[in-house]
């Protein structure tokens, strides 16, 4: 295979690779509950995640269901204003938020790396409860786009077409040459 | 095998803008299936069901672009020269026909296993690559070379004998691209229309390499588990090697036996 289909091949993968990561894949609303807390007990949950940028995080958010006839706070589990303590972790395990709060608690994060983040969230208050743990992205945000996907495919984009570009001039500069000898 | 006639063959095969063609269209079909990862789960729950879920994902969505291709590719490689004249050139060559039949098939199959896998590897590795789980997504993407491997063969070893039947470069590809079609639909049909007999479609060439993956990696089944569970992993690896190998053989026999070039 020669140079210029080398690059040609790879410019094609850079392009759909570009499409594809140039757009916010994540976008909306996405809670998860597991059971239930009791008191002084604890929950880890374990958020697998692409460098996706901003969101807000929400422990203790109850999502309200459009589609249920159920009133709020029809699950006597759903409570809200526990005391827990959280404690929020990066994939390397450097602790970037850990405090005593009050639910529903929201706080700003930023997925910068790929890897797994984790929240533990204790209950210190005097009931069982539900502890659902909620992250929000904004509609379609440029900024919540794969941020490492999106760098190699301008990379491979870049490459690509520098590649492509060297491998016309090289053939166009030895068909010139071929032409001049006798 | 002659190595001159396989490189000689694969530049034939290959040339401008089949692959091109091909990369373009495996990686954009790939890329598509494909979420970004973002997962909330307990501490209990592991990384390996998302990757192993992603990559049966991808070759299931790579199968119906290999079956047509494979396809395409192998009838046009033996059709084309007997239409061309090609193929006395190359029988009259000092080359024994096991070599051309091994060249021609290899020349299709390997290249097109070898993208195919090398794109599945690469957005595994771009989206799950971590420090952690770097080891486990190299060792999960590994079993998708096998299977794809014997998937192509299968519908090479199909198509190869469509195109020495017809031998018709028009008439064997569109027969082949047909009964790629016929194998993939077939899979696609319900109990409903098919009655009890549709839960044997997991065994079906289209079927069974995906659910090698899914058996080897214990996947959560969609639906009710039906008679795959019966079989075995290694039962459904056996299975697609045997359909690998179901219409290579008797094609390789005719090809090195009975087959004529006519002027």
Not at chain 2, 156 to 181: H, M, P, Q, R
Request: proline share 6%; with cysteine.
């Amino acid at each position: 295979m020669n140079i210029t289909r080398a690059g040609f091949v790879l410019l094609i993968v850079g392009l759909i690779l570009l499409m594809n990561a140039s757009s916010s894949h994540v976008s909306g609303h996405l809670t998860v509950n597991y059971g239930e807390l009791d008191e002084g007990e604890s929950q880890s949950y374990v958020i697998l995640t692409a460098p996706v940028g901003p969101a807000n995080m929400c422990i203790g958010l109850h999502p309200k269901n459009p589609f249920s006839d159920l009133p709020p706070g029809f699950n006597k589990y759903d409570l809200t204003d526990v005391p827990v303590h959280m404690k929020f972790t990066d994939p390397n395990n450097n602790t970037i938020a850990e405090k005593d709060v009050i639910t529903p608690y929201c706080f700003d994060v930023n997925f910068e790396a790929r890897g797994v983040y984790t929240v533990h969230v204790t209950n210190n208050g005097n009931a069982t409860t539900t502890m659902p743990l909620g992250v929000i992205f904004d509609f379609h945000n440029p900024e919540n786009r794969e941020a490492d996907k999106y760098l190699l495919s301008i990379a491979l984009t870049a490459l690509g077409a520098a590649i492509t570009g060297a491998g016309f001039a090289i053939n166009f500069v030895s068909k010139h040459r071929k032409q001049q000898k006798p | 095998m002659d190595l001159a006639l396989l490189k000689a063959e694969i530049r034939k095969v290959w040339g401008r803008p089949t692959l091109e063609l091909a990369v373009g269209l495996v990686f954009f079909i790939s890329i598509a299936t494909v979420q970004p990862l973002f997962e909330i789960t307990t501490v209990g729950a592991d990384f390996y069901s998302v990757v192993t879920e992603t990559l049966v994902r991808i070759t299931s969505t790579q199968m119906l672009p290999l079956v047509i291709l494979s396809g395409i590719l192998v009838s046009l490689s033996f059709a084309r020269d007997y239409e061309q004249g090609l193929m006395q050139t190359l029988l009259s060559l000092p080359v024994s026909r096991t070599s051309i039949f091994a060249v021609k098939f290899v020349a299709v199959v390997l290249p097109l296993t070898l993208l195919s896998w090398g794109i599945t590897l690469f957005i595994m590795v771009m989206n799950y690559f971590t420090a952690a789980s770097g080891l486990l997504v190299l060792q999960v993407s590994f079993w998708a070379l096998p299977v794809i491997f014997f998937a192509v063969m299968f519908y090479a070893g199909l198509a190869s004998l469509i195109a020495l039947a017809l031998k018709k470069t028009i008439t064997s590809t569109l027969a082949t691209v047909l009964a790629g079609f016929f194998v993939w639909f077939i899979t696609t049909l319900t109990p409903e229309v098919l009655g009890p007999i549709a839960d044997y479609l997991v065994f079906t060439p289209y079927s069974a390499p995906l659910w090698a993956l899914k058996r080897l990696f214990g996947t959560r089944p969609l639906s009710e588990p039906g008679l795959e569970m019966n079989l075995p992993p290694w039962g459904f690896f056996i299975l697609i090697i045997f359909y690998a190998f179901v219409f290579l053989v008797p094609t390789y026999i005719y090809f090195t036996k009975k087959f004529e070039v006519k002027e």
